[in-house]
């Protein structure tokens, strides 16, 4: 199946700034990612469908402007968690879906907005 | 909408026992169900998956899962676990239709003791 490549693997920041998650897909054009969030100890919800070259589709209740994706080539799907907010700590996954193996999924960043 | 429902939030067993992790799902038209084991702070990784054809699926490290489509359920087994098998095991279900979109289950936690 595909390789995923997910970063970073974890970061802290502060209340109200903006961080960028990469995921990129080493060895699949990946015309479509999924970006997933998992609060601890619970299952992954999907946020949204990346598609390259056009606007990403949000999952009912995730809000737009606050969760920003960029799909701007066949390999690289970006993630912007804008005014990060201590509610906005969580563990999120990227995910590609492909021919083999059907999904394959990045190895997550844990976010900790203080 | 496809639903999926994993009876057990958490299953202690002893080193060398069998294991089965239950799985039902819901669906109106034709599903692939997957199985995968998510290890603390990481992605996830593909145990197996049905697609179609023998409805007895065998994956990685031991594991296997059956198919019933009239109990809708696809249940996952091992004959003798290890303790590195303690891990969160989900259960997940897409449907070409729905724009390959993967539905988890709540997942099942796995402690295997000594």
């Known amino acids: 199946g595909a390789v995923v490549s997910q970063h970073p693997s974890w970061v802290i920041c502060k209340s109200g700034t903006s961080v960028k998650i990469e995921c990129r897909s080493l060895d699949f054009q990946a015309t479509t990612m999924f970006w997933y969030r998992q609060f601890p100890k619970q299952s992954l919800m999907l946020m949204a469908t990346?598609?390259?070259?056009?606007?990403?589709?949000?999952e009912q209740g995730v809000e737009k402007d606050k969760f920003l994706i960029n799909h701007a080539s066949l390999t690289l799907s970006t993630l912007t968690v804008t005014s990060a907010h201590p509610e906005d700590s969580s563990f999120y996954i990227c995910s590609v879906h492909d021919r083999v193996d059907g999904y394959t999924f990045g190895s997550g960043t844990r976010l900790t907005v203080v | 909408a496809q639903s999926v429902t994993q009876l057990d939030s958490q299953v202690p067993v002893f080193e060398e026992a069998p294991v089965e992790l239950r799985c039902n799902y819901s669906?109106?038209?034709?599903?692939?169900l997957f199985w995968y084991v998510q290890y603390p702070n990481q992605g996830l990784q593909l145990l197996l998956k049905?697609?179609?054809?023998?409805?007895l699926v065998k994956g990685i490290n031991g594991f296997e899962a059956e198919f019933n489509k009239s109990q809708t359920s696809f249940h996952l087994r091992k004959p003798s676990v290890h303790i590195s098998d303690t891990a969160e095991y989900f259960c997940a279900v897409s449907v070409r239709a729905a724009g390959n979109k993967l539905t988890f289950g709540g997942g099942t936690r796995v402690l295997v003791k000594p």
């Open positions: 669906s109106s038209v034709s599903v692939y």
């Open positions: 049905y697609l179609s054809g023998s409805t």
């Open positions: 990346s598609n390259e070259g056009s606007k990403a589709t949000y």
